[in-house]
């Protein structure tokens, strides 16, 4: 039987506000943790990009969920290279004013 996966950290944004872009503190990571960024949204006029404070080591792959009607959900995934040992992750709304988390 497989070992399942350990969550060591989860950061989560508040739906309370419109603010964009929204950045994580500083989270601690080793080569080969996986990430999942998940985010949704209280309208279509938004679309959420995400970046990382890495400048371009991880390679992020996104999944549309669902991006259309008044309730997108994006997912994003990386696996964590060598050399890697911490960052910061940005969500950022690409226009509008709806909330986002």
């Known amino acids: ?8 950290e ?19 990571v080793a080569q080969g943790d996986v990430l999942y960024v998940i ?3 209280s309208s279509s006029n938004g679309a959420l990009t995400l970046s990382d404070s890495t400048s371009s080591a991880i390679a992020w792959t ?10 997108p959900v994006y997912l994003w995934t990386a696996t964590i290279p060598s050399g890697v040992t911490s960052l910061t992750i940005t969500l950022t709304r690409a226009s509008g004013s709806s909330y986002y988390g």
């Open 10 to 28: 989860v950061y989560e944004a508040t739906w309370t506000s419109t603010t964009s872009p929204r950045t994580t503190g500083t989270l601690t």
């Open 1 to 8: 039987m497989a070992t399942p996966p350990t969550v060591t």
């Open 39 to 41: 985010a949704g949204g």
């Open 62 to 71: 996104a999944t549309s969920l669902t991006t259309s009607g008044y309730s």
